[in-house]
């Protein structure tokens, strides 16, 4: 659902913080609020998305997430963030 379209990434209030676009074949940017800008490369693994940057990589279960989908996440640090699928670019 993600290919396509892009995923925004924000704080509970709405304040957006970060916005990634993934392409077909495996490559993703995003662009944070402040300006800052990355590219990096996803693959599937089963059901998760795996995403790497730098040398950070992440993986989380997307068999049943859709264009408008959201959802809330916990950070290590007990911060809160949400992500949603925005069709489009």
Not at 52 to 62: G, K, M, P, R
């Amino acid at each position: 659902a993600a290919i396509g379209n892009t995923v925004t990434i924000a704080a509970p209030d709405g304040t957006l913080m970060a916005s990634y676009f993934f392409d077909e074949g495996g490559s993703f940017s995003m662009a944070q609020a402040d300006g800052q800008t990355g590219e990096g490369t996803w693959e599937m693994d089963g059901d998760n998305l795996c995403i790497s940057i730098a040398d950070q990589s992440e993986c989380n279960d997307v068999s049943e997430l859709g264009s408008g989908d959201h959802w809330q996440v916990t950070n290590d640090d007990g911060s809160e963030i949400v992500i949603t699928i925005v069709a489009g670019r």
